[in-house]
């Protein structure tokens, strides 16, 4: 078999037979399901009223507010005066109640008054006052279908067309962003790890000089091909292990989720740009950390080193809600060239917007053309700094042998 | 002296005028020399010497700043690599894994095929005592029986040349032992071995030249047997019984442990001073001519300049 085979053969073995390894592939699909499932406890705390019933009650001083009492679950009773309205809420008759004033028409003014600490009002009571005042006020003014509508006057559907006026066959929407964000954060997880592993490697390998036996066997780019691609792929078969294993877990956790999920349709070049990134923007740090390997004096600094790196890569992550505001503002452009933040922001762009096919060209290219660049880099330093240990080689000495080859 | 003058003994590694500095200090100062087929050769000094420098530029593990590296006829390529071992100065392998999956990854690398690696690491393992720990992880052998590991992945794919750098350095006495008639066999079997070390005595017994280097430059170089006699004082030891009276050329006495160093002037050779001794009757348990240890003749040699 050939060196570099081998080499790649036993990285890949060593790295999914790695404790940590394997923690991090179980686990992730763990947090997800434990996150969906709070989630749903939090959902669920936040609207127990849809349950059940609900009396509350309110005092007309305006007048002719006497109808439509019955507004889905919330129940309203009238009360002549506020003092009455206030025993009954003392007791536990009520839950709350409104005063609505003698000059609610020309002010709007309607005055609530609970027992509970709120942030402000349940949505569900407030839609009930408001569609209560709705049909009090437009009764036998107009007919009832039209206060159905003014209670709820938009349903939007929204479908895009392709340029010759056809329906387009992606359609956007939530349902299309939430794969490539969970995809762009999978991604940028597996690749974190994956050249954390590399980084450990070099660093063991270097520490107890296991590093000259090596290189008496293969030469430098034999020993780094084989530890870029060894390592690649055991952290491409976490990719795959999580991308299969969540949407089960999640289907399995929750019915409502697992519906949720199948009616996602993905981008058709969605999955095509999904695996270039991947490779992409793994191959890009995995030449960083092998050249962050070859120059750090041990691994825990290599890993310092490698963190500037990796926080970059979450920038397109942490960005991504003005991202959803201001699709449009050119530095998303930049954050889609930018090669270290380029494999997430174009995942998280395609579930946003369309990418014009020029920035994915020029995306691609330069990620293309920095992974080669480091890695020619790379090579030059490494056998120079591998060897040495325990001492950290300054900036203009790595300029020296830069030069010197 | 040179070895191999016949076209069919190729050199086994030829080192040329090689110069290595480190921040300006040539830690390699201009060092020749050469290793035939079928010897085991000596790279001796003390520490710091510039000996496992050296062997990193023979390695081709780090470049010479001038000055080349023939091994077997050939500059180093992947293919020559394999018929290097090498077993570096300071020991590693891979902590988790098995000894026998080590030996058969990294024969493996020197382009053995996996059943023979296999099949031949059972072998030497069997021949080393080993073979009960080799489903053991790295992390849970002895520090010499890593050492022994080490060793065997060194020679395990049968090399051609084999360089060993501090072989001995944490090597109980019967491992020691192992190990030496090992390299014995090595040489015997045709093949070129370069042992590099700092504890001179140990290996003089086994090597046939030697290169000896101090401050990146050589200072000795040659036949051992041929440097020992030129370094050669010329003084006989003797263990006797009896009352040991003046001899005629003998300029001074020295006692040792167990016996005394008789000091011989110019024109006395030991054969004559043998039969004087046997002429005055003492009971001669031992006769020795005196020769210097590399120790000593290092110490001759370099002067006041070591320490």
């Known amino acids: 078999m050939n060196k570099t085979l081998l080499i790649l053969r036993h990285e890949f073995l060593h790295t999914i037979k790695r404790r940590g390894f394997i923690i991090m592939t179980l686990i992730v699909p763990l947090v997800a399901l434990l996150a969906m499932g709070v989630l749903q406890l939090i959902s ?9 019933e609900v009396t509350i009650g309110y005092v007309d001083k305006s007048g002719g507010f006497e109808g439509y009492t019955q507004q889905d679950k919330v129940n309203l009773v009238r009360f002549d005066t506020q003092d009455d309205a206030t025993e009954a809420l003392v007791e536990g008759d009520i839950k709350e109640y409104f005063v609505i004033p003698p000059d609610y028409i020309s002010t709007g003014v309607v005055s609530r008054y609970t027992l509970e600490k709120q942030l402000e009002a349940p949505a569900d009571i407030a839609t009930a006052i408001r569609n209560f005042l709705l049909s009090n006020l437009l009764a036998d003014k107009v007919p009832a279908a039209t206060v159905d509508r003014v209670e709820a006057p938009l349903n939007l559907v929204t479908t895009r067309l392709t340029e010759t006026g056809a329906i387009a066959p992606e359609q956007g929407g939530f349902g299309n962003f939430i794969i490539p964000v969970v995809f762009s954060l999978l991604l940028s997880l597996s690749i974190v790890f994956s050249s954390t592993y590399l980084l450990q490697g070099l660093g063991e390998e270097k520490e107890n000089r296991l590093i000259e036996i090596l290189l008496s066997s293969v030469s430098a780019r034999q020993l780094l091909t084989g530890k870029v691609f060894g390592i690649g792929a055991a952290g491409l078969a976490q990719v795959v292990v999580w991308v299969i294993s969540v949407p ?44 962050i390997g070859a120059i750090s004096s041990n691994t825990r600094e290599g890993q310092q080193l490698i963190a500037i790196f990796t926080l970059s890569l979450f920038i397109p992550l ?45 995306s691609i290219a330069v990620l293309v053309l920095s992974i080669i660049g480091i890695l020619l880099l790379t090579i030059k330093v490494f056998r120079t700094y591998l060897l040495m240990y325990g001492k950290r080689p300054k900036l203009g000495e790595i300029i020296r042998s830069l030069r010197s080859g | 002296m040179r070895v191999g003058e016949a076209a069919s003994a190729m050199l086994a590694a030829e080192v040329n005028h090689i110069v290595k ?28 010497a ?12 780090i470049k010479p700043d001038s000055g080349d590296v023939t091994i077997l006829g050939e500059k180093l390529t992947e293919a020559s690599k394999n018929k290097l071992g090498y077993l570096p100065e300071e020991r590693g392998l ?16 020197k382009g053995m095929d996996r059943h023979s690696a296999e099949e031949k690491a059972n072998e030497l393992l069997n021949h080393t005592g080993m073979l009960p720990h080799k489903k053991k992880r790295i992390e ?54 370069i042992l590099s070390t700092h504890r001179m005595n140990e290996v003089e017994e086994l090597c046939d030249r030697i290169l000896m280097i101090n401050n990146g430059r050589a200072v000795l170089h040659g036949n051992l047997t041929e440097i020992k006699s030129s370094y050669r004082s010329n003084s006989v030891l003797l263990d006797f019984k009896g009352e040991l009276g003046e001899v005629p050329g003998v300029i001074d006495k020295r006692t040792h442990k167990g016996c005394v160093e008789l000091v011989l002037d110019e024109n006395t050779t030991p054969e004559q001073i043998l039969e004087r001794l046997v002429s005055t009757g003492i009971v001669i348990n031992r006769f020795e001519v005196a020769t210097p240890s590399l120790n000593e003749i290092f110490l001759k040699v370099v002067g006041k300049n070591h320490e």
């Not at chain 1, 793994?282 to 950390?289: D, I, K, N, R, T």
């Open chain 1, 44 to 52: 669920g705390i936040a609207e127990p009223p849809v349950a059940e």
């Open chain 1, 248 to 291: 089960i877990l999640l289907s399995l956790a929750s019915s409502t989720f697992g519906g949720f999920i199948s009616t996602i349709q993905l981008p058709a070049n969605f999955l095509v740009l999904a695996v270039v990134y991947f490779i992409l923007g793994y191959l890009l740090f995995a030449v960083l950390s092998a050249g």
């Open chain 1, 318 to 362: 942490w960005f991504m809600s003005l991202l959803m505001l201001f699709p449009n503002n050119p530095i998303w452009v930049v954050l889609t060239i930018l090669p270290i933040t380029a494999p997430v922001e174009v995942m998280i762009r395609l579930g946003v917007s369309d990418i014009p096919a020029w920035q994915l060209a020029a």
């Open chain 2, 21 to 48: 500095s480190y921040a300006d200090k040539a830690v390699v100062n201009d060092l020749s020399f050469s290793v035939a087929q079928g010897e085991i050769f000596g790279l001796i000094g003390p520490n710091g």
């Open chain 2, 50 to 61: 510039g000996k496992t420098t050296t062997i990193r530029m023979m390695m081709d593990i």
């Open chain 2, 94 to 109: 891979y902590r988790k894994l098995t000894a026998i999956d080590s030996i058969i990854y990294l024969a493996s690398l």
């Open chain 2, 140 to 193: 849970e052998l002895s520090t010499g029986m890593r050492q022994v590991i080490q060793f065997l992945v060194a020679i395990i794919h049968d090399p051609e040349l084999v360089i060993l750098d501090e072989p001995f350095s944490g090597l109980d006495p019967v491992n020691t032992e192992l190990v030496k008639r090992m390299f014995v066999d090595l040489r015997n079997q045709g093949k070129a071995v």
